[in-house]
């Protein structure tokens, strides 16, 4: 709090007797904040859960590295699960055959009633062969609209999701891929997918026949040549689920199909609100065995940030993701904001946090992989971040670079000196996740040693 001004006219005597007010006062705050961070390292010493809160903006992968972690340290939890993910997975697929479909070119003038709208269409010419081919892939797969429809409704309570896009690029004047992103994670969906309802048992079972018996023409969609032509230039087949299921088509169309963790991995559900998963650690070192952790995993978009702060009072570690594949891509919210500055400025405003002030924090440095493939395609990071200048565009040193930017402003801006513990990785790789829990035991034994230094 900025301190009041002194009152005018204020005397020798006055000016004495305030200041000494405002040194106990504010050494009763300390004591206070003191108190209370002495009282969470005591909980967790009796056994309490540790308290970690995912941070990081829309689409940046705090999902899939809570996912991760669930994979590596509570296995048998995860499993489950997954056959909740199988209904997500199969509308993930649908939907993305369905986007496919409204961006091939017209083969009538006509155009099919059900695909307008969605996206903008190609300008690549057809030739007659190529048109047949098209307009019999177009109808075979026309029962793949209701089973997206249907799936929708099923993980939402009938109430139809609205969409959006998942990412929008800088330059790119078509809109996006509208994804099956607006379900909630959390246990809530995972309960309707379990409890199918009246009925719900044969109405799933026959949405699978369906997309079992479209699974010859979804894989001709996908090997295409004027898909392929048509997609090419399109970020959206770079990133994301959506070439993932479609590459795997063959294996998650059959009727027995069992999600296999990579699929469950690559399934993007935006998150709504701040959803807690507790979990409870199944394996790994002794001390840690059976150790519970309430990870709360929130909906990184701007409009959800305000829901982020009561949890800030309650942690002991964030972890903040940051996407480093989305150096040349825009805010869906804000499409004059580049997504690496936002987060730069997400992470100013969390590490000068005061109410985080005890708090350790991880950062995660994401999507390396993407990151790679994109300047291995040619992209320049320093046309998108001038203030990389001529440092050699690979994606190693953009990735150090990015990481001491954010070290640095982590030093400038905490309101106390505090370790930082850093992670370049890929969210999706489900191996890469276990520095998590030798961060997290280092955390936890240094609280316990006394040797953070709190104040
Ligand atoms: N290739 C690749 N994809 C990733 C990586 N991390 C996450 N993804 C994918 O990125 C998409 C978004 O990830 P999520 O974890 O759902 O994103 P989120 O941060 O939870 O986003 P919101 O819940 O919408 O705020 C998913 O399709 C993931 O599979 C990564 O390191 N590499
Ligand atoms: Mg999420």
């Not at 986007?99 to 003038?109: A, E, G, K, W």
């Amino acid at each position: 709090m900025r301190p009041l001004l002194p009152p005018p006219n204020e005397t020798e005597l006055e000016r004495a007797t305030r200041i000494q007010e405002e040194n106990v006062a504010a050494a009763k705050s300390r004591e206070i904040d003191l108190q209370i961070k002495t009282d969470k390292l005591e909980a967790q010493k009796k056994g309490g859960p540790v308290r970690i809160l995912l941070l990081g903006q829309r689409g940046s992968g705090q999902s899939t590295i809570l996912k991760s972690l669930q994979f590596r340290f509570a296995p048998n939890a995860f499993k489950e699960d997954s056959f909740a993910w199988r209904t997500v997975i199969h509308l993930n697929l649908v939907s993305t055959v369905n986007f496919v479909l409204d961006l091939l070119p017209p083969t009538s003038r006509a155009q099919p009633r059900d695909g307008g709208g969605r996206s903008s269409r190609s300008r690549v010419d057809l030739d007659s062969r190529s048109t047949d081919e098209i307009k019999r892939l177009r109808t075979r797969l026309h029962p793949l609209r209701e089973v997206e429809t249907i799936l929708s409704k099923r993980l939402t309570t009938g109430k139809f999701p609205s969409r959006g896009p998942l990412s929008t690029t800088l330059g790119s004047d078509q809109p996006s891929f509208k994804s099956v992103d607006i379900v909630r994670s959390g246990s809530r969906w995972k309960a309707l997918s379990k409890l199918y309802g009246p009925g719900g048992q044969d109405q799933m079972n026959e949405m699978r026949q369906i997309i079992a018996a479209c699974c010859p023409d979804i894989v001709s969609l996908w090997e295409n040549e004027t898909v392929r032509s048509v997609i090419s230039d399109r970020e959206e087949f770079q990133e994301h689920t959506t070439t993932f299921s479609l590459n795997n088509a063959l294996r998650i169309c059959q009727m027995g199909y069992e999600p296999i963790v990579d699929d469950i991995l690559r399934t993007h559900l935006t998150t709504l609100g701040v959803e807690e998963h507790h979990l409870t650690l199944e394996g790994g070192q002794t001390e840690q065995r059976n150790q519970e952790w309430i990870i709360y995993d929130v909906g990184g978009s701007r409009t959800q940030r305000a829901a982020w702060v009561p949890y800030f009072d309650n942690v002991t570690i964030v972890i903040f993701v940051v996407p480093l594949s989305a150096f040349n891509q825009v805010l869906d919210e804000d499409t004059s904001m580049n997504r690496l500055l936002d987060s730069f400025q997400l992470w100013k405003t969390t590490c000068s946090s005061k109410i985080l002030a005890g708090v350790t924090f991880i950062l995660v440095l994401n999507k390396w992989d993407l990151l790679a493939k994109k300047i291995e395609a040619g992209i320049q990071f320093k046309d998108f971040v001038t203030s990389y200048k001529d440092k050699p565009n690979d994606a190693r040193s953009v990735s150090q670079y990015v990481r001491r930017k954010f070290v640095e402003f982590h030093k400038k801006l905490s309101p106390v000196n505090r370790p930082l513990f850093s992670h370049v990785m890929c969210a999706t790789d489900s191996q890469d996740i276990s520095f998590i829990l030798i961060y997290i035991r280092e955390i936890l034994l240094k609280a316990h040693l006394g040797e953070t230094k709190l104040m």
